[in-house]
C-alpha cells in the first residue's frame, strides 16, 4: 500500500494542492516536468472496536526538516510501504523510521478510521509532496483495494504492471539492525552498508544533532 494520509499537499503547476482535492487532469509537477493526473484512488480503513490496529496499518510521520533544512516543509504522513526518493533510489518509509525525526504516527491507534489516497499518473513517477521527494502510485499486480477501484476500471479497464521510476530498495522486514551492525563491523576502513542503511543512518544522525 502506497499512499498518503488526508490533507497532504502535492505541488501542481499551480501550487500546492491537498490531494483529496485533486482532480483528473490536474497538473503534477514530477522530476520528469508536469504529468497529468490520471486517477485519485481512496481508501477508508474502519478497525473493529474491540481490536487494535494492526502494526503494519500505522502510518509514517516525517516530520518538517527530516530530510534537510527545506524538506518536508511541513509534516507528512504516508502509508508504511510508501517509498522516498533518496540518493537516487526508492525506499519505503517504514526502513527510515529512527523514532525521533521520522515515526510511526501512534496517534491513529485511537483512531476509528484510517484514510488514504493514492495518485496515479500514466507512468511511476517522483512527486513531491509537501516539497519531499516521494513516488506516484505504482502497479506491480495484484489486488487493488480502493474504494473507488469499480469507478476506475470502467473508466481505463484493469491496471497495468508499471516500470519502477529508480531502482526500489526494501528489506523483507523493517530496518534490520542485526544486519546493518553486522555489516558496520565487518570493515572500518570500506563503507559496506546498502542505500538504505546510509540513508536511515545519515537521517537519524541528523535527527539526533537537531535535538541535541
Not at 502509508?79 to 526502513?95: E, K, Y
Amino acid at each position: 500500500m502506497r499512499c498518503f494520509a488526508r490533507g497532504t499537499r502535492i505541488l501542481t503547476t499551480g501550487g500546492e494542492v491537498a490531494i483529496e482535492r485533486l482532480a483528473i487532469g490536474d497538473e503534477i509537477v514530477t522530476a520528469n516536468g508536469p504529468k497529468p493526473v490520471k486517477w485519485i484512488g481512496h481508501q477508508t480503513l474502519r478497525r473493529n472496536p474491540s481490536v487494535a490496529w494492526h502494526p503494519r496499518i500505522l502510518p509514517v510521520r516525517i516530520s518538517r526538516f527530516a530530510i534537510d533544512d527545506c524538506t518536508p516543509h511541513r509534516d507528512v504522513l504516508v502509508s508504511q510501504d510508501h517509498s522516498l526518493f533518496i540518493d537516487g533510489v526508492l525506499i519505503p518509509a517504514r526502513h527510515l523510521v529512527n523514532g525521533t525525526s521520522i515515526r510511526f504516527d501512534e496517534a491513529a491507534l485511537e483512531q476509528e478510521t484510517i484514510e488514504y489516497f493514492h495518485v496515479e499518473l500514466d507512468t511511476h513517477e517522483v512527486i513531491f509532496a509537501e516539497g519531499l521527494a516521494v513516488e506516484s502510485f505504482i502497479y506491480c499486480g495484484g489486488r487493488v483495494a480502493w474504494d473507488n477501484l469499480a469507478e476506475y476500471l470502467q473508466r481505463y479497464g484493469a491496471h497495468q504492471v508499471m516500470s519502477p521510476f529508480a531502482p526500489i530498495h526494501s528489506y523483507e522486514g523493517g530496518f534490520d539492525e542485526v544486519r546493518g551492525l553486522f555489516r558496520l563491523a565487518a570493515s572500518r576502513l570500506v563503507d559496506v552498508r546498502d542505500p538504505i542503511q546510509i540513508a536511515h543512518d545519515r537521517l537519524k544522525e541528523r535527527a539526533l544533532l537537531r535535538a541535541a
